[in-house]
């Protein structure tokens, strides 16, 4: 923690309202604590815009997932067609192929 000298009778003082020796007013204390609020208030505006940044990353990741299944089920079911062995048509020997009329 940070401290502070008294304004009025110079002594080294940890951050109060008034000196605990001279009992003087402080205005230091004051400065710092607005310091410290601006900083909060700049750190939570940060943390927001880091929140919507993590939900944006999040939806682009699920589309990418989601289109990432689609297609690796579309290679999928084309390998499954290009393996799956093809009826062929055998006539019995012997027998002629109809012949038109």
């Given at each position: 923690m940070a401290s502070f000298q008294c304004s009025s009778c110079g002594r080294e003082i940890k951050p109060a309202a008034s000196c605990p020796h001279c009992g003087a007013h402080q205005p230091q204390w004051v400065e710092h604590l607005a310091e410290i609020e601006r900083?909060?208030?700049?750190?939570?505006?940060?943390?927001?815009?880091?929140?919507?940044?993590?939900?944006?990353?999040?939806?682009?990741m699920q589309a990418a997932l989601f289109q990432r299944d689609i297609l690796a089920?579309?290679?999928?079911?084309?390998?499954?067609?290009?393996t799956r062995p093809r009826r062929v048509l055998r006539r019995r020997p012997g027998r002629r192929p109809p012949t038109a009329a």
């Open positions: 900083s909060i208030a700049e750190m939570k505006a940060r943390e927001a815009a880091i929140a919507s940044e993590q939900r944006q990353i999040a939806a682009k089920h579309a290679g999928e079911e084309r390998l499954k067609q290009a």
